[in-house]
């Protein structure tokens, strides 16, 4: 994020964030399995309960800037991308996943995915929506909370 380590990964790079290939995608570059990682620039955007109001300008512009990358560089169009948050994420610094709508994923599923539409559509509504909503989620059964929980 310092802007030191990895150059050559980087896709995008602005003032408020960077995008990077996924690992996968970057090893196999088949675009039916395009999977790109948007980071805000700020490390203390641990979550989906960090965003406010205050973040709107940043999501809405790692979305159109995500886009415009994408189909600028891979040729796939906004209605092939989904743009989505995890919650809970895997690693505590926010970050967007950009993948092919057709791409079926356990960890790309609705349990535990947030469209970035709806995240900002959300806050629109509530600038603290993700501070008071309750947002339910499944674990993998090999998570170590999951064999804690039984």
Known sequence: MDGKAEQES???RDEKCIIIPNFDFQKSQ????????????FPDLLSLRCLT?????????????????IEENYG????????CVHYQPTFYWLHIHLVSASQVSASLDCLRSHL??????????????????SLE????GTHPLASALL
Do not use: C, W
Not at 53 to 69: D, F, T, Y
Not at 137 to 140: A, D, K, N
């Open 116 to 133: 970035l539409s709806q995240v900002i559509q959300n806050i629109r509504l509530k600038s603290d929506y993700y501070q008071t909503v």
């Open 76 to 83: 796939i169009l906004a209605n092939q991308v989904k743009l």
């Open 53 to 69: 109001s205050e973040h709107l300008g940043l999501l809405e512009s790692i979305q159109k800037e995500g886009l415009r990358m």
């Open 137 to 140: 989620y499944q674990l993998p």
């Open 10 to 12: 980087v896709l995008f």
């Open 30 to 41: 088949d675009l039916r399995q395009l999977h790109l990682l948007a980071f805000p620039v």
